[in-house]
């Protein structure tokens, strides 16, 4: 296969995002957030993919809206109670309780009003949201079964994952956090502005003045402090790629005496991101402190501004009141609006990693297919003239022609990248055919849907796969119908029924990937599960890799009674395991160039012979 596979690993990139800090990982608070490609375009593509919950959350934002404009006349009534104290307080005057009173009530009225509405609104975004993230989830489930294997070629399995949980709750979870907190930071900001102006416009000036200076002065330090947190980031990459590196390959640090050389260069990253996150946090640290400076700075100046402007007259002492929660509630949403903004951004970017995944190609449609294999299905198989590569530019089965009779057990070896799994590959129609045909019984498989090509095989792979489950529910795996007699028989074939008798619940002990199996335990587990199956065919890709030698020949047994009366495909590199093998189909760059029986291809003295001979001697 010219060094091609299926599983290809992925190359991990210098200061790679394994570890602890990866892309799959949690965002630091703080640190910069992804760029959108395009902004504008992600917001147009969620609008239209949640256009069924567009009519809730524009009702929950307008109700945010109102709520917030509630919020914003509660100083203005204030600055009117405040006054009518003022009147009592003066020389021969009076105070208007029932004045003071109807105001207080209202007041009450009005931020008890503001309150449930917030409320009502969270509830409705955050319902709206998370009925979108979980339709982004389903959507990529069903998409994943849809999507050809070529893609996951060029995708790693983890950056998979990470658009399926972190991705789609960076989505749920900053539009519940930010869609209601942006639109009531926007009305707070201009409707305390339009208040300021509308009760006097001098202090507006000397109020807005104050606090732009100051925000100015934070946008500096904001500014200066972003190339930290970028340094930060790649700092805390690079520590964790070494750290994942050294901790992989332990045994082998041990071995040759690499502890010391690891320490030093761990040491070296480690005192890079001290320092880049030492000045990051300082800097980022600083804002806190700098928001309640310029709060108060604006509380003096309108103090002494206002103090100046009632000694004229030319304002009452409730404006003063009034002006000094409207400095509050005119800086409040500033740095909201920051905070969103970056949220908004870092939504923009998953998103769009979302949305990408859901456009990807998909595999054909097949349901105007119905070709069916013949009632009298035997089992034949015809490679003609078969043709294909990974890329287009690629070719690595170049003519591969064969005809596999019923009931046969073919074994094909052959060196690595010589086509072995790919050609198993294109049998079960995870690939489609660059050129040529495969025929069973003498349908194109080309024809049949795919799902009626994969149920006439049972496959055993050299990855075993163990899922979370008991034992008897990892050997069924979604066959129905599977008695228990027939679980125990199967794996009495294989030789496990007496290891499974020995756990603690038997057939009903709990597995998953991380259950305390050697790795040919779980290998006879995976075979138990293909016998289970019963499928017509049978493909072993190096089944017994795993196995010792005496449980190899167990399993050679058992694989000689499931193999009568159906036509297997063996991979193997063990040579020892194919020999009794009706034909043997010797591979290499793409094409068959032996076939025959074991004996007559060592009689032939080939490449085969060849083969056989590095692994026990002439």
Known sequence: MSGQNTGSAQRRKPGGTGGFGGAGGRRRQGGPSEKPKNFRGFWGKLAGYSRHYLPIVITALAMAIIGTVFQIVGPNKLKEMTNEIMKGLSPGGAIDFSAVGGIGLLLVVLYTASAAINFIQSFMVATATQKVARNMRTDISKKINRLPLRYFDRSSFGDVMSRVTNDVDTVGITLNETLGSLVIAVTMFFGSIIMMFYNNVILALVAISSSIIGFAIMGIIMGRSQKYFVAQQRDLGVANGHVEEIYSGHNVVKVYNGGKEAKRV????????????????????????????????????????????????????????????????????????????????????????????????????????????????????????????????????????????????????????????????????????????????????????????????????????????????????????????????????????????????????????????????????????????????????????????????????????????????????????????????????????????????????GFYAGLYNSQFGA
């Not at 003096?300 to 409207?326: E, H, R």
């Not at 052959?414 to 294109?426: D, R, S």
Request: aromatic share 8%; proline share 3%; glycine share 8%.
């Open 266 to 605: 761990f040491e070296e990253v480690n005192q890079d991101l001290y320092t880049s996150g030492w000045k990051s946090q300082f800097l980022s640290g600083m804002m806190t402190p700098f928001m309640q400076f310029i709060g108060n700075f604006g509380y003096v100046a309108v103090c002494v501004a206002g103090a100046a402007l009632a000694m004229d007259g030319a304002i009452s002492f409730g404006v003063i009141v009034a002006f000094m929660m409207y400095i509050r509630l005119f800086t409040q949403p500033l740095s909201e609006l920051a905070q969103a903004l970056r949220d908004l951004q870092r939504t923009a970017a998953a998103g769009e990693r979302v949305f990408e995944f859901l456009d990807e190609e998909e595999l054909s449609d097949e349901s105007g297919k119905q070709a069916a294999l013949p009632a009298d299905a035997r089992g034949g198989v015809e490679f003609r003239n078969v043709r294909f590569g990974y890329t287009p530019d690629k070719t690595i089965i170049h003519n591969f022609s064969a005809t596999v009779e019923p009931g046969q057990k073919v074994a094909i070896v052959g060196p690595t990248g010589a086509g072995k799994t790919t050609m198993v590959n294109l049998l079960m129609r995870f690939y489609e055919l660059d050129g040529g045909e495969i025929l069973l019984d003498g349908v194109p498989l080309s024809s049949m849907p795919r799902q009626k090509v994969h149920e006439q095989f049972g496959m055993v792979l050299q990855d075993t796969w163990i899922f979370e489950g008991t034992v008897k529910e990892n050997i069924v795996y979604c066959k129905e119908g599977v008695s228990d007699e027939q679980v125990a028989a199967a794996c009495k074939a294989v030789g496990v029924h007496h290891f499974i008798r020995t756990l603690p619940q038997g057939y009903d002990t709990p597995l998953n990937d991380k259950a305390n199996l050697s790795q040919g335990q779980k290998q006879l587990i995976t075979i138990a599960r293909a016998m289970v199956q019963n499928a017509p065919m049978l493909i072993l890709d190096e089944a017994t890799s795993s196995v010792d030698t005496r449980t190899e020949q167990l399993i050679q047994d058992a694989m000689d009674k499931l193999t009568v009366g159906r036509t297997s495909f063996v991979i193997a590199h063990r040579l020892s395991t194919i020999k009794n093998a009706d034909m043997i189909l010797v591979m290499k760059d793409g094409d068959i160039i032996e076939s025959g029986s074991h004996k007559g291809l060592l009689a032939q003295g």
